[in-house]
């Protein structure tokens, strides 16, 4: 079946990086898109970028534009994001998403705090 496992949260100051990192298992990962999505506290699960199968210019929300880059290892079925410049606004449970699948990962903590 669909495994994902996210790894790479952590607590962070505001404007430091972090990268985090989704293996996935149980299906051809390089014929999916991936996407990561983030939920804070008292809010509702929204998506935070998207990268297609093959090519194509990756798709990211207007509050992480600039700051946040999706990539991913076919060969090491594993999708990142790259997270520069982070805000408090940042801190939420962060999960993978493989297009078409239903499961998702236990996700990763980022804390953005000083």
């Known amino acids: 079946q669909v495994q994902l496992v996210e790894s790479g949260g952590g607590l962070v100051q505001p404007g430091e990086s972090l990268r985090l990192s989704c293996v996935a298992s149980?299906?051809?990962?390089?014929?999916?898109?991936m996407s990561w999505h983030r939920q804070a506290p008292g809010k509702e699960r929204e998506l935070v970028a998207l990268?297609?199968?093959?090519?194509?210019?990756?798709t990211y929300a207007d509050s992480v534009k600039g700051r946040f880059t999706i990539s991913r290892d076919n060969a090491k079925n594993t999708v990142y994001l790259q997270m520069n410049v982070v805000k408090p606004e940042d801190t939420a449970v962060y999960y993978c998403?493989?297009?078409?699948?239903?499961?998702w990962g236990q996700g990763t903590q980022v804390t953005v705090s000083s």
């Open positions: 149980g299906f051809t990962f390089s014929y999916y898109a």
């Open positions: 998403k493989a297009d078409r699948f239903a499961a």
């Open positions: 990268i297609r199968s093959f090519g194509g210019q990756p």
